[in-house]
């Protein structure tokens, strides 16, 4: 994803911040909600999912889902659907599983290597691209798409400058 000028931008010290930021937004989120993560590995993506769980009120372990590709969490208050597209090689993976049936059900979906997939999202989402710095920090980029993903970030943009 290259930058806009629209982009919001969250500086992130550490992986307690991290979780703090996805646990604002996880309380925020609704049914039906799309989380798009993109970074390197190790840049705080299943962090940041840990807090959306908890935010969710999830009391489930929460961690990659690399090898299965998708980890169901329903104890929280709305159901996370927590993939993970390291794996994916060819977009036509996510329909010929059925994964693009969550996107549009009643659960929050998150997505971790959502860049593997590019074509495939709808009208309503928030891009989340994590990038390290050189002194150990995050920058987290937001990028909205539709009015609810839009007042998410710009929510999470009043409460983490």
């Not at 307690?16 to 609704?30: D, F, P, S, V, Y």
């Not at 937001?142 to 929510?155: I, P, T, V």
């Amino acid at each position: 994803m290259t930058e806009t000028e629209d982009d919001i931008c969250l500086r992130i010290s550490s992986p307690a911040r991290m979780r703090n930021i996805g646990e604002k937004l996880g309380k925020m989120l609704e049914g039906g909600s799309l989380i798009l993560l993109t970074g390197p590995l190790g840049s705080g993506k299943t962090t940041l999912t840990q807090g959306i769980a908890k935010g969710l009120q999830s009391r489930d372990v929460i961690n990659s889902p690399t090898f299965t590709l998708l980890k169901e969490h329903t104890t929280g208050r709305i159901p996370l659907f927590h993939f993970d597209f390291y794996r994916v090689d060819d977009q036509s993976e996510v329909w010929s599983l059925g994964f693009a049936d969550y996107f549009s059900g009643q659960g929050v979906c998150v997505i971790e290597w959502a860049e593997r997939t590019p074509d495939i999202w709808g009208d309503e989402w928030l891009w989340i691209s994590i990038e390290q710095t050189l002194h150990k920090e995050r920058i987290a980029r937001l990028r909205a798409s539709g009015a609810r993903s839009a007042m998410y970030a710009q929510k999470l943009k009043g409460g983490f400058r």
